[in-house]
């Protein structure tokens, strides 16, 4: 346990941004395994509107440093490249 007022305020800080940055990374997750389940099923419709959720979650999480771009960008290219092979 932290000893100094500024490192247990620091110290609690931390544990809320990790678990904000884990609740984020998760719904990335969630957004991109819907689309690939859309893709699975066969259904254009259902694979497009996933498609545009999950782009702009993963452009989000670009965004708010919880990817990098170039991560983010790959994400983004295999996800069309699906969408485009249906």
Known sequence: MANIKSSAKRDE?????RAKN???KTELKTMIK???AAVAEGNKDAAAD???VAVKTVDRAA???LLH???AAH???ALTQK????
């Open 75 to 77: 994400k983004k290219s």
């Open 69 to 71: 771009k170039n991560n």
């Open 34 to 36: 819907k689309f690939d």
């Open 13 to 17: 800080k931390s544990k809320e941004l």
């Open 63 to 65: 965004g708010k440093g």
């Open 83 to 86: 969408l485009n092979e249906m």
């Open 50 to 52: 996933a498609y545009k």
């Open 22 to 24: 884990r609740a984020e």
